[in-house]
């Protein structure tokens, strides 16, 4: 790892709006999200609750505590998911074929560049549990996932979206196996929370979906498309993609 690169594997950086606290081998909660699905006042408000916790810590001349991490993943979780769950603005991720990109490039690098736990896309941003391999970085895998979707799905839409991803995600540092199994059901429970659903299985672009023995078989799996000369995605293999294995 580039000695300029460290602040990605371990410690606290922020790009923006949002704080990014790194452990070396640690497991990740991440969202990220189409550009404009979220108005600007509520940014700024999370901005300004993120710079108090942030003072707190800096005053103390220390990292963030995990109370301190805490209050931020709910205020994440119960305010911006929120919204971002009631769907505003254009919800691109609706379209099964849009939606079949992400879900396909989110597990194609399973067990090799990352593990996953667990992972959704909803119709206007995405949620996963993982975990990146030695040598790999949560950025440099959050930046192969969005820049190569963005780039298949503009192909598709009729006047494009650039940018289609917001620049910047969040993420939060899992603790424990307890807040393992919290993010893991926070994830795979949110289209059911979210009323799209009756149980999380049933959404199609999903990790408990995916696992399904039907789902493996391709019976009600949307198809991955993954082009032949991607420069970021190899070519799919034939068959079909492979059932992905997840881990609680």
Same mark, same amino acid.
């Given at each position: ?65 995990? %109370? ?82 963005? %780039? ?97």
């Amino acid at each position: 790892m580039m000695p300029g690169k460290k602040h990605l594997v371990a410690g606290l950086h922020s790009r923006g709006v949002l704080p990014h606290l790194k452990r070396e081998g640690g497991t990740y909660f991440v969202t990220f999200r189409q550009a404009g699905t979220l108005p600007k006042e509520v940014l700024l408000r999370f901005k300004q609750e993120r710079e108090i916790i942030l003072r707190q810590a800096e005053a103390a001349k220390r990292p963030l505590t995990w %109370h301190e991490q805490e209050e931020l993943f709910r205020w994440y979780t119960s305010r911006v998911d929120k919204y971002l769950d009631a769907g505003h603005g254009v919800c691109h991720l609706r379209n099964p074929e849009l939606a079949g990109i992400v879900g396909g490039a989110i597990h194609f690098f399973e067990g090799q560049r990352y593990e996953l736990r667990a992972w959704v896309v909803m119709p206007n941003h995405v949620h996963a549990v993982v975990w990146p391999t030695p040598g790999q970085t949560l950025s440099g895998i959050l930046h192969s996932w969005k820049s190569f979707t963005a %780039h298949e799905i503009n192909k598709l839409l009729p006047e494009g979206m650039v940018p289609f991803w917001q620049s910047e995600s969040y993420d939060h540092l899992v603790r424990d196996e307890d807040d393992l199994h919290r993010c893991c059901h926070y994830t795979l429970m949110n289209p059911v929370n979210a009323g799209l659903c009756a149980q999380p299985e049933d959404w199609r672009w999903s990790s408990t979906h995916v696992a399904q023995p039907s789902s493996a078989a391709g019976s009600g799996t949307v198809p991955v498309r993954v082009p032949e000369n991607s420069g970021e995605t190899p070519p799919q293999p034939a068959g079909g993609t492979p059932a992905l294995r997840v881990k609680t």
